[in-house]
């Protein structure tokens, strides 16, 4: 079990970074929530979790364990695998997310691509009382310094896409919130946007 990895960022996207550790890079796949963090930074410190599938290994990795134990507990229910749960955790916080299951916020999850009623309601069902008893702390999130890049278009889309929606859709979406909404600040908030517009 890989409990966290720290070093040097030497790759970063909305959806994965590469964590430079003497010399020996490690791919580690992230949440939005947690690129709004990192996109600054050029060293960090991510918690991982390790999914093993016959035909891959990949490492998850969290800013905060708070953020990692819930991940662990989204993909404990069934029906929910670690890139939905991922995608939970891009469109909300860790934070947004427990006081979701805590107050039976089922509109919520279904927001959420790849997440129906009947998953919903088994996310609050099976983990409510967990995270009554858990305690999770407020998650403090902070304020990220985002660059506007001359890719922010193709960076947004590629996340998107990583993140399981389809191309054809989200190059419309992108254009329609680009085109809209003169204020984008980067890619994050470009990401979040198109989230909203799919809701």
Not at 31 to 58: C, G, M, P
Not at 81 to 105: C, K
């Amino acid at each position: 079990m890989i409990a966290y990895v720290e070093g040097k960022l030497k790759f970063k996207s909305p959806t994965h970074v590469h964590i430079d550790i003497g010399g020996l890079a490690y791919e580690v796949q992230i949440s939005l929530n947690s690129y709004s963090l990192l996109e600054s930074l050029e060293e960090a410190k991510l918690f991982t979790q390790l999914i093993v599938r016959d035909d891959a290994h990949t490492l998850f990795g969290f800013m905060y364990e708070e953020e990692k134990e819930l991940f662990n507990y989204l993909i404990s229910v069934s029906g929910v695998g670690p890139n939905t749960a991922r995608v939970i955790l891009s469109y909300m916080t860790a934070q947004e997310t427990a006081q979701a299951i805590i107050i039976d916020d089922v509109a919520a999850f279904k927001k959420v691509k790849g997440v129906g009623p009947k998953t919903a309601q088994r996310i609050i069902l099976d983990l409510k009382d967990k995270l009554l008893k858990l305690g999770l702390e407020v998650l403090r999130t902070g304020e990220s310094r985002m660059d506007l890049k001359p890719s922010i278009k193709e960076e947004a889309i590629s996340a998107l896409v990583a993140l399981g929606f389809q191309k054809s859709t989200i190059v419309k979406q992108v254009d329609k919130v680009m085109s809209s909404d003169n204020e984008i600040e980067g890619v994050e908030s470009l990401i979040k946007s198109v989230l909203r517009q799919l809701s």
